[in-house]
């Protein structure tokens, strides 16, 4: 059973407008949820974060939602760059009680220019 | 570079094989994870070190095997191996047991079963 789901296996965006990245979990102990970016070739690599606590966070061209009651969590990249094609994961863990991160299966965003 | 070196990134074996993966984490980093990306699945948690003990135990097949030594680095053996092991297997690592501040992950070593 996928606890962490991402059900868009790809999207496309042109160069400026904004890409929304879903994510939906099952598993109500998630209480910290993080974004990885993965480009080919290489390890995927953090972007942003969110504890449970907090319904909204900002880094620069990325905002991480969150909306507990209906366990969906959502990236949000403005404007979009050809730069930022890659696949992003989600993942969450229940960091409380230390369990390991669990990850989605990814979505492939292409920037077009 | 992210501070996690994988080795040996390629691997081509044949069924029924076994290999051992290596991992060396960031420095300073005690914590050590393991994770298996099949094609179209994500990342499967497969099982977790801290600071040499062993702590949480994902999809693991009962086939494979790993260890964190007193140095820290953490070796993944995989034996009896099957067409279905091939995959990218990714070591990350962090600071503590928590995901507050994320994982490092290195690039992988990509296993190929013939």
């Known amino acids: 059973d996928q606890q962490v789901k991402q059900n868009s296996p790809s999207l496309s965006v042109q160069e400026g407008r904004i890409s929304i990245l879903n994510c939906d979990y099952t598993?109500?102990?998630?209480?910290?949820f993080l974004w990885y970016k993965k480009y080919p070739a290489e390890g995927p690599t953090f972007l942003i974060s969110?504890?449970?606590?907090?319904d909204k966070n900002e880094d620069g061209r990325f905002t991480v939602f969150l909306n507990k009651s209906a366990k969906h969590l959502s990236l949000h990249i403005v404007p979009s760059q050809p730069g930022d094609s890659a696949v992003y994961f989600c993942?969450?863990?229940?960091?409380?009680?230390?369990?390991?991160?669990?990850f989605g299966k990814g979505t492939t965003l292409s920037v077009s220019s | 570079d992210s501070g996690v070196t994988q080795t040996p990134k390629h691997l081509i074996t044949a069924t029924g094989q076994r290999v051992t993966l290596r991992c060396s984490p960031r420095?300073?980093?005690?914590?050590v994870y393991w994770y298996q990306q099949s094609l179209d699945q994500g990342l499967q948690f497969l099982i977790q070190?801290?600071?040499?003990?062993?702590?949480a135990k994902g999809n693991i097949l009962e086939r494979f095997s790993a260890q964190q030594f007193p140095d820290l680095h953490s070796e993944l053996n995989l034996s009896s191996l099957e067409l279905g092991d091939s995959a990218l297997y990714f070591c990350?690592?962090?600071?503590?047991?928590?995901?507050?501040?994320?994982?490092?992950f290195g690039s992988g070593t990509r296993l190929t079963v013939v």
């Open positions: 990350a690592s962090s600071p503590v047991l928590g995901t507050v501040y994320g994982y490092t």
């Open positions: 598993n109500s102990m998630f209480d910290y």
């Open positions: 969110i504890s449970s606590i907090k």
């Open positions: 993942a969450a863990s229940a960091n409380q009680a230390g369990t390991a991160l669990i």
């Open positions: 420095s300073g980093d005690l914590s």
């Open positions: 070190y801290y600071n040499g003990e062993e702590r």
